[in-house]
């Protein structure tokens, strides 16, 4: 018998491709098996089999429990504490108490018994194996064969009966596929399931773009030149930032390649998106220019606070700046991280001149000075109370007519001012009631309304303005329910879209 055990064990091992291990711990689980059913399951039982000889033990054992457990199921498999240590003194609760018992016969197990241990410890093997291998190719673009399409979702065959997903939406929009057609994807993600591994690929990620471009430009290859964002209106539009670590090489000119076909063939793979190279610079105006591109930027001014930047292009040129449908601006906007906000020259004017007069009227106001004393803050860039109250007094007192006297006392009354500003504005938030359509929003409780009007977030719409870690800020909610929250606040956006 134990000959026949180790036939066995070479025989799987080979024809599986697993390793002989396993197929050692299938026999001792099927002979383990047989020989319970043999006691009605009444007793549990441990099979070990010598790797080198093939000859095999058979023990029944106990499993240690504390005294106090009650036993209501499989009662011959456990024993309690207080008589464990009877048969050894060091036992410990969860350990097990053991006793040699005939072994059965290998071939006179039940076959059918031991085929469907073996194949299930094989097959766990073989799915194992997969995750293994796959979990290592992680955002890589990998190639497959569709072998379905099912409900939208292709279904890719990777060989070695392995298969993949590509989601309904994560594929390109209007792109189509027939059985049979090989599609390149992005692996996103490996998961073990009862069924078997699962490979999620996508094609529309960013990650999808940045690896094509890996695998059709060696300079990014060889770390000559970085990808340092993408953004992607999938199947129509793409923006990509590059860089390059050597002075001497054209980022742009490499990516774009010779008669344009390195980025050609990225477009071809993309099913058509048509592509932006831009230049990444660690100036962020800068870099937004670049991004606005083919729109010329004739001005911009910079909001650190809001992270926001106001654009100025000449009036012919709006319409391309915004792009169809908002698509340049938004494509700019999520490959700089900045809100961009796009207008005329005529326009920016307007509104800087309206923001200064406001500014002038806050600080004669606040400040309780002229309006010339005003308007030589707002000239030399301050545009905020704050400002006043913390810039260093050094930058200030470098403006003409200024002395340290006058810059304590400007300071000092701005910072009374943002005290009062802040005691009034902490007693109007505690009486605040949040609207009608705040109460009545899918999801929303009444405490959890009022705690958001006592933060200035009174209605509905501004509710929708919020994101998502600013909503956790005011209130105490799982990340996946405050998206959800603020995703049905916008719905009137959709609606009016």
């Known amino acids: 018998m134990s000959k026949e055990v180790l036939a066995v064990v070479e025989l799987m091992a080979n024809e599986k491709g697993v390793d002989e291990e396993i197929i050692f711990d299938a026999i001792e689980s099927a002979l383990a098996t047989a020989t319970r059913r043999n006691y009605d399951d009444e007793i549990d039982v441990r099979v070990e089999i010598d790797r080198h000889t093939g000859d095999y033990n058979t023990f029944r054992r ?211 998106e048509r592509i932006d190279i831009v230049l990444w610079d660690p100036n962020d105006a800068q870099y937004v220019i670049n991004a606005m591109a083919p729109a010329e930027i004739s001005s911009i001014m910079v909001d650190e606070d809001r992270h926001t930047m106001d654009l100025a292009v000449v009036e012919d040129q709006l319409s391309q700046a915004i792009g169809k449908n908002g698509q ?83 300071k000092q009354r701005a910072k009374d001012a943002l005290l009062t500003k802040a005691i009034a504005d902490e007693e109007k938030s505690a009486l605040a009631e949040p609207a009608e359509d705040l109460l009545a929003l899918e999801g929303m409780t009444p405490e959890m309304a009022k705690q958001l009007a006592s933060n200035g977030v009174i209605t509905q719409e501004d509710l929708a303005e919020l994101g998502t870690d600013e909503l956790l800020e005011h209130v105490d909610l799982d990340e996946t329910v405050a998206g959800d929250l603020i995703i049905k606040a916008r719905a009137p956006w959709f609606a009016e879209g």
């Open 62 to 272: 106990w499993e240690v429990i504390e005294d106090s457990v009650a036993i209501e199921d499989n009662v011959g498999w456990y024993i309690r504490e207080m008589d464990a240590v009877d048969e050894d003194p060091n036992i410990e609760v969860g350990g097990f108490i053991e006793e040699p018992i005939e072994s059965i016969d290998f071939g006179r197990i039940g076959a059918q018994t031991a085929k469907q241990v073996i194949i299930q410890k094989v097959r766990e093997a073989e799915r194992k194996k997969v995750v293994e291998v796959y979990e290592k190719r992680v955002g890589e673009i990998l190639t497959g064969q569709v072998k379905r399409i099912d409900r939208g979702d292709v279904i890719l065959d990777m060989g070695d009966n392995v298969d993949a997903v590509i989601p309904r939406i994560e594929l390109i929009n209007r792109e189509m596929f027939r059985i049979g057609d090989r599609v390149r994807a992005y692996l996103q993600e490996v998961t073990f399931r009862p069924r078997g591994p699962q490979l999620f690929m996508s094609r529309s990620c960013n990650e999808m773009l940045i690896e094509l471009f890996k695998i059709e430009v060696p300079e990014i290859s060889d770390d000559l030149i970085d990808i340092m964002a993408a953004a992607r209106d999938v199947g129509f539009r793409a923006k990509v930032a590059v860089r390059a670590n050597d002075p001497r090489l054209d980022p742009i000119g490499a990516c774009v390649g010779m008669r344009g076909g390195r980025v050609q063939a990225v477009t071809n793979e993309l099913n058509g």
């Open 328 to 410: 340049n601006i938004r494509l700019a906007s999520q490959l700089t991280k900045w809100e961009l906000n796009v207008m005329t020259e005529a326009d920016m004017a307007i509104k800087h001149e309206t923001e200064s007069k406001d500014t002038i009227t806050e600080f004669v106001n606040a400040l309780d000075i002229d309006e010339d004393f005003a308007e030589v803050l707002a000239a030399e860039g301050f545009a905020t109370l704050e400002e006043v109250a913390y810039v260093p007094t050094a930058e200030m007192l470098s403006i003409d007519g200024f002395d340290e006297d006058i810059v304590s006392e400007l």
